[in-house]
């Protein structure tokens, strides 16, 4: 792995750190290199439950290293589909949302244009009161193209976000949160994605897993094949061994002990 991102596991939690602080994590080829080389290595974690993802230092992401986007590029040309449906670009973003397990973004700082489209790939994203936002593609003469609008649609109402696409302009965490792009507010939004993370690793991770597959299907599946995942996933489940620790442990009043 790069030094652009650093992973550290505790208790089934990764906790996923963007690394180039000094350049507030701007996105350069390395730090794309970073980024999905910390989605391949925790993609193949075994015991994996949940997934925080914040920025060192003083933002979660400024976006686009435009100098040296200019002098290089990402490395992988756009129209490449390097990762199933996405090139690399995208897969920084997509990634996250393509991932078994839940993804909780913890943001400060600011998240311009990349940067929150990566964050746009959690699951849940909070957010500290003062951070600041932008679609920022626009400032530059161009579009959004790091999966932003696939992730975008289930959140953002349509009106929303081609205003803040076609003027760029930049917006606060509570205007972020009410229009869809942030879930909540923290004032140590770290520290509340990890309590988060925790609870969820508390869970039955099957039943997690599932539960991410139905909800992402449900952006674009129909009702028919939406009903019959839902009949699939939950006859998989019933009286699976980790479903049934659950029922025990409730009735137990007991911390359960899941396997993988």
């Known amino acids: 792995m790069t030094d652009r991102v650093t992973i550290e596991i505790s208790d089934g939690v990764a906790d996923v750190r963007l690394n180039r602080a000094d350049k507030m994590n701007a996105l350069d080829p390395a730090m794309f290199a970073g980024i999905a080389d910390a989605l391949a290595r925790v993609d193949a974690m075994a015991g994996l439950r949940c997934v ?42 997509w990634g996250w949302r393509a991932l078994g397990v839940p993804v909780i973004a913890a943001v400060h700082g600011v998240a311009f244009g990349g940067g929150l489209q990566i964050a746009a790939g959690a699951d849940v994203r909070i957010a500290h009161p003062d951070a600041r936002f932008a679609v920022r593609e626009l400032h530059w003469g ?20 081609r205003e803040l696409t076609y003027t760029a302009r930049e917006f606060g965490a ?8 942030v879930t909540r507010l923290a004032d140590d939004p770290r520290a509340a994605a990890l309590a988060l993370a925790a609870e969820i690793a508390a869970r039955n991770p099957h039943a997690i897993r599932a539960a991410k597959r139905l909800i992402t299907r449900a952006a674009d599946a129909d009702a028919p ?12 489940l019933l009286r699976s061994p980790n479903q049934v620790e659950a029922v025990r442990a409730n009735i137990e009043r007991r911390a359960p002990v899941f396997g993988d």
């Open 225 to 236: 094949a939406l009903l019959q995942a839902e009949s699939d996933e939950q006859l998989a």
């Open 52 to 93: 925080v993802l914040s920025g060192e230092g003083r933002a979660f992401s400024a976006g686009l290293d435009m100098a040296s986007m200019a002098a290089g590029g990402s490395g992988n040309p756009l129209g490449a589909r390097t990762h199933g449906p996405a090139n690399l670009p995208q897969h920084v973003a």
């Open 142 to 161: 161009i579009v959004p193209d790091m999966a932003g609008m696939a992730l975008w649609r289930t959140a953002v109402r349509d009106d929303h976000l």
């Open 174 to 181: 509570g205007e972020a949160e009410r229009l869809g792009f």
